[in-house]
């Protein structure tokens, strides 16, 4: 029983290598953004995907949540609706993980665009009482409750609650996730000012990767499911 995994970037796809070997069981797609998210759990689902997930980084957007910490997320909100994940599934995987592992469970949030500010990270928690929040998981949470299918959710926050992203960042990604490497080049000769802001940035995005390469490693690619849920 295949399961089909929606990730924002290759990076966090890769994640789910463990030792480096990809599991024939698992299915994955990288593209940022709702619409890509969408197209991509479709896809997974046509090429057999049986249960879906949503594994990457996220935004966080609660006071105290550090850089590195995963988000098993309970429910997803998007707008006024509202899809629950699988408390099986997750379950099953919390008894995989290791017990030092940062993990918090609650409400992820699903929004069209990056959400960029300690403002609006703040008005987004006041608003909705999640914990963090991303742009692909409620697409892919839409998918999975329309089509019937069991899903999780899994994000390791890479930017907390009080860390501001340059606005210009979403332009050096693609569409499928990789980075341009070149245009944050060209950006931060224009406005050197940034940088340390980028690689603060970039230090907590390595925390968020740790902790879902841990994860993989302790959980194992397919992340406690099986045909029993």
């Known amino acids: 029983m295949p399961i089909g995994v929606v990730s924002g970037f290759l990076r966090e796809a890769k994640c789910l290598l463990v030792d480096g070997i990809a599991d024939p069981g698992v299915l994955s797609f990288a593209g940022v953004g709702p619409a890509r998210s969408e197209y991509g759990a479709r896809e997974l689902i046509t090429r057999g995907a049986e249960a879906l997930v949503s594994f990457g980084i996220a935004g966080g957007i609660a006071p105290?949540?550090?850089a590195g910490t995963l988000v098993l997320a309970n429910k997803v909100v998007d707008g006024a609706n509202i899809y629950k994940s699988s408390n099986v599934w997750r379950n099953s995987l919390k008894r995989l993980l290791p017990a030092d592992l940062e993990l918090v469970e609650g409400a992820i949030v699903g929004s069209d665009t990056m959400v960029l500010s300690q403002c609006e990270k703040n008005k987004l928690h006041i608003n909705?009482?999640?914990?963090?929040?991303?742009m692909e998981t409620h697409a892919l949470a839409r998918v999975a409750v329309e089509t019937g299918l069991p899903f999780i959710v899994l994000r390791a926050i890479s930017d907390p609650a009080w860390q501001d992203v340059p606005d210009?960042?979403?332009s050096c990604l693609t569409s499928n996730g990789e980075v341009d490497y070149f245009c944050i080049a060209l950006t931060l000769a224009k406005r050197p000012?940034?940088?340390?802001a980028l690689l603060n940035l970039a230090g907590n995005s390595k925390r968020a990767l740790s902790?879902?390469?841990?994860?993989?490693?302790?959980?194992?690619s397919s992340l406690g499911f099986s045909s029993r849920i």
């Not at 909705?128 to 991303?134: H, M, N, Q, R, S």
């Not at 000012?193 to 340390?196: D, F, G, M, T, V």
């Open 211 to 220: 902790s879902l390469r841990r994860t993989a490693s302790a959980a194992g």
């Open 128 to 134: 909705t009482g999640a914990i963090a929040c991303d």
């Open 64 to 66: 105290g949540v550090q």
């Open 168 to 170: 210009w960042v979403l």
């Open 193 to 196: 000012w940034e940088l340390l």
